[in-house]
């Protein structure tokens, strides 16, 4: 699975190309529910500061 972790900048880039809409603002950051991502790496490699990471 994947996370958002603390280096994120909340641009919102990463919810923009999820194609589940897995990725919700969270105050000035954002997170990747779970049960709702599929995995596809659209986050990754759109995440200008790398922010995203696979556990």
């Known amino acids: 699975?994947?996370?958002i972790t603390t280096d994120c900048?909340?641009?919102g880039a990463c919810a923009e190309v999820c194609p589940v809409k897995a990725i919700h603002p969270t105050g000035d950051k954002y997170l990747?529910?779970?049960e709702?991502?599929?995995?596809c790496g659209?986050?990754?490699?759109?995440c200008p500061?790398?922010?995203?990471?696979?556990e």
Do not use: K
Request: aromatic letters at 0%; hydrophobic letters at 30%.
């Open 9 to 11: 900048t909340g641009c």
């Open 49 to 54: 500061v790398e922010a995203i990471e696979t």
């Open 36 to 39: 709702e991502c599929t995995n």
């Open 42 to 46: 659209q986050c990754d490699d759109i």
């Open 32 to 34: 990747i529910v779970e």
């Open 1 to 3: 699975m994947r996370r």
